[in-house]
C-alpha cells in the first residue's frame, strides 16, 4: 500500500468556472489541490511553502503573474510555478 502523501499543488486563477474545473482534474489524478482567485489570496496561505506545484494565471484581478512570481520564489523557494493563460 502507498503511504504516501499526494503531491499537493495551488491553482490561482480567478475564472470560478476554470479554477474549478482544474481542482477537479487535479483531485481525479491523486493531487491534493486548493484554489485561489487573486495574488492577495495566494500570498495570504499561510503554508506557501508546502505546495509542490503553483499553477499561476498570467492575468490576475489584482496583478500578472510578473508581479506575483518573485514573490513565490522568496515565500516558496521550492515550489514550481507554472504560468498558465486562455
Known sequence: MNTDRPKSV????DDTAVRERLLELLEA??????????????L???????FETIL?????????ADD??????????????IVVTG
Open 10 to 13: 495551488l491553482v490561482v486563477e
Open 44 to 50: 495570504a496561505q499561510p503554508n506557501l511553502q508546502d
Open 29 to 42: 489524478g491523486g493531487y491534493r489541490a486548493t484554489g485561489v482567485g487573486s495574488i492577495a489570496e495566494t
Open 56 to 64: 499561476v494565471d498570467w492575468q490576475l484581478p489584482d496583478g500578472t
Open 68 to 81: 506575483l512570481l518573485p514573490k513565490l520564489k522568496s515565500r516558496a523557494p521550492d515550489s514550481a510555478s
